[in-house]
């Protein structure tokens, strides 16, 4: 029986190279930008259903990891992301910034959007729920 490993090849250099290059940061700000902070049609964990949620415009995403899909027929890149902000303002400056969820957005092997999951705390204080 042949032992395959993979820890030497050199797909791992590659995709370590395509990931330390990439702006993670600036995917995130043009995401949030294009949808104006908004998520439209949000289900919580608890099955609470919410019309809308804004975002705070002072968010600050936090890479944390990526990993590869594939299928039989599609190749995919995830990339994770702490969500930060302030939960608080003190004389119009933010103070320490707090996580209130994460964002995992989806390209294709092209780098083109495919699709995203939220986790949103809807009770943070700077964060904007509407039910419907």
Excluded at 57 to 83: A, C, N
Excluded at 104 to 120: A, G, K, R, S, T
């Amino acid at each position: 029986m042949t032992k395959l490993e993979l820890k030497n090849h050199p797909v791992w250099h590659d995709l370590t190279e395509i990931v330390e290059n990439l702006d993670a940061s600036s995917l995130v700000q043009e995401h949030l930008k294009l949808s104006d902070y908004k998520i439209c049609g949000y289900w919580d964990e608890q099955d609470e259903y919410y019309e809308g949620i804004i975002l705070p415009h002072t968010l600050v995403p936090s890479f944390v990891s990526s990993s590869i899909g594939v299928t039989d027929t599609k190749r995919f890149l995830e990339l994770k992301f702490v969500l930060l902000a302030s939960s608080h303002v003190v004389d119009s400056q933010p103070n320490t910034m707090d996580n209130f969820g994460t964002l995992v957005l989806i390209y294709d092997e092209n780098l083109e959007f495919v699709d995203e999951n939220w986790v949103i705390d809807v009770n943070f204080p700077t964060v904007q729920a509407k039910r419907a």
